[in-house]
């Protein structure tokens, strides 16, 4: 019995004219992300993406684990591939689904009929097909509406296709398909989620992080890393760039008001960001920001921040608490990374009383008296180290 992988389009399928470079940025995507685990032919008929394995040693379990995390797929099943008939249809149900209908103590079935050729309408194929599974298995009774299990048999243009439910999909745009960003990447519980949630609106995403040794560890680096290689099972191969931001730091912490520290070291770390993102072609900088969040994270602290340069800066998190970016952080496996305790330097030399509604001008003037800040930086971003995350290395990486 052949089995495939069935992907439904959700948000996609509303793209009109320009549809088509969606659907094959999603099938490279698919091809990339299943090539070491064997011969897979991937196409696409009527809004839906087939995942067909060539040559029967395929891992079908670790490449549905893999599906499941591509962005741009609504919904996904495994299928029994069948023909045409209702016969076969019939006898390929019973076998294919045997296991979860023994298990099962109500069920129902659905069934599409997308090729009209098909001598029986899908109430039609419903009911006999019902029939036919409650004679095989009589421990059985039909629910409509809250069934254990449901039967789907789709009747398209190449076959009839027999699976259960259908299991939620990632959602979103295919990656890279919105652009390409640079993601402020701490180590902490926020920006990995908003990293998440960019990519799944189709940005392709490299990461930034700054290290302040002695300040910060190299288990706080390979924890970023960690976190960074975690979300490239969603975006695919990545760059990690780590910025020496101890020189720039100290400046600051030396030179700096204290009450203005917190937002005049976010400032120099946007300004060093900018810099490698236009040398490297991405076009927005991301970050886990949430509003009031931190004395920094306050409206017109951001104002000033983001005063710094010129790029768009992206929150996905603006409008989030916390314990909705830690479910978030939960239901995307980052979060027991994330938790582990291993400063960033964003926590360090942080002052008692920082300022929650500092001025521009007050800003431009804390900046005017430290005319040895921007050599500094200048040096932090020629001196950053490229570390790639690869997602596998069979993977194509740009």
């Known amino acids: 019995m052949k089995e495939i992988i069935i992907c439904y389009q959700g948000e996609m399928a509303l793209k009109g004219l320009n549809k088509a470079t969606f659907e094959a940025a999603l099938a490279k995507t698919l091809r990339w992300r299943l090539r070491p685990l064997g011969e897979f032919k991937v196409y696409k008929a009527q809004s839906t993406m087939y995942i067909e394995p060539e040559t029967g040693a395929e891992d079908m379990d670790e490449a549905f684990s893999r599906v ?48 009209k050729r098909f001598g029986m309408k899908s109430p039609e194929i419903s009911r006999e097909l019902g029939g036919f599974l409650l004679g095989r298995y009589p421990h059985l009774s039909v629910d409509v509406h809250h069934p254990d299990l449901t039967v789907m048999v789709e009747v398209r243009d190449f076959a009839a296709y027999v699976h259960a439910d259908k299991v939620p999909g990632a959602g979103g745009l295919p990656v890279g398909t919105s652009g390409r960003a640079l993601c402020l990447l701490s180590g902490g519980i926020d920006s990995p989620v908003a990293a998440w949630r960019m990519a799944r609106r189709g940005l392709a995403l490299h990461h930034i992080h700054f290290a302040s040794p002695p300040y910060t560890s190299e288990r706080a680096r390979l924890k970023v890393q960690a976190l960074a290689g975690l979300i490239s099972g969603y975006t695919g191969s990545c760059v990690l760039y780590v910025v020496p931001y101890t020189p720039p730091q100290e400046y600051l912490r030396d030179h700096a008001p204290s009450a203005l520290f917190t937002v005049l070291m976010r400032r120099s770390m946007l300004r060093i960001a900018e810099r490698v993102a236009t040398e490297i072609g991405c076009t927005a900088l991301v970050t886990g920001e949430s509003l009031a969040q931190v004395a920094s994270q306050t409206l017109w602290a951001l104002a000033c921040t983001d005063s710094a340069q010129s790029l768009p800066v992206l929150r996905p998190l603006i409008g989030m608490d916390k314990t909705e970016i830690t479910a978030a952080a939960r239901a995307i496996g980052s979060f027991e990374t994330s938790i582990l305790p291993y400063e960033d330097c964003c926590t360090i030399f942080t002052p008692p009383h920082p300022k929650t509604r500092p001025t521009p001008e007050e800003i431009l003037a804390a900046e005017a008296a430290m005319p040895g800040l921007p050599a500094l930086e200048a040096a932090a ?4 180290e490229r570390v790639r995350i690869a997602y596998n290395e069979q993977e194509e990486f740009a």
Request: aromatic content about 8%; glycine content about 6%.
């Open 68 to 115: 499941q995390k591509v962005f741009g797929i609504a919904a996904l099943s495994r299928a029994a591939v069948c023909e045409k008939d209702f016969a076969a249809i019939c006898q390929t149900a019973a076998s294919y689904l045997e296991t979860p209908l023994r298990g099962a103590k109500t069920f129902k079935v659905e069934a599409k009929r997308s090729d």
């Open 381 to 384: 971003a020629a001196g950053v």
